[in-house]
């Protein structure tokens, strides 16, 4: 499966959960296990957990291997191993405490946004802006 959308489908299952302060780091040059690094925040235990799951649902969706996860007891802190991408949820003081982002401090990614759909501009839409 292509990185990218790998990457994209970690970042969006993230983001169903309301992950917060997502990063995604491209390590290639620092690790010949991996190629991507993605570290993500979640309020509480709950929370953490339910970005762990829902990050393996959505790659299980797409037919790629999930090689381990580690750390879903405590759930302070769950690494989601998918071979060359390696995801981090954690608590944001055991994120700040840890500092993965000065560890890996590789290129950082970055994400296209989402387009917004407008409006639709039927008829109907037409003249309710007459009067």
């Known amino acids: 499966m292509d990185i990218r959308r790998k990457q994209r489908a970690v970042v969006e299952a993230l983001e169903d959960v309301k992950g917060r302060d997502i990063l995604v780091f491209n390590v290639a040059k620092q690790s010949a296990h991996f190629e991507r690094v993605v570290i993500a925040s979640g309020d509480s235990n709950r929370q953490v ?56 401090g590789g290129k950082e990614v970055k994400l296209k946004q989402k387009k917004e759909k407008e409006p639709a501009r039927g008829k109907a839409a037409r003249r309710r802006g007459r009067k």
Not at 72 to 77: C, H, K, L, Q, V
């Open 49 to 104: 957990n339910a970005l762990a799951t829902r990050v393996q649902e959505r790659i299980k969706e797409l037919g790629a291997r999930i090689v381990g996860v580690e750390g879903r007891r405590n759930g302070e802190w769950v690494l989601v191993d998918l071979g060359d991408i390696v995801v981090h949820v954690m608590h944001p003081a055991v994120r700040s405490h840890y500092n993965l982002e000065e560890l890996w």
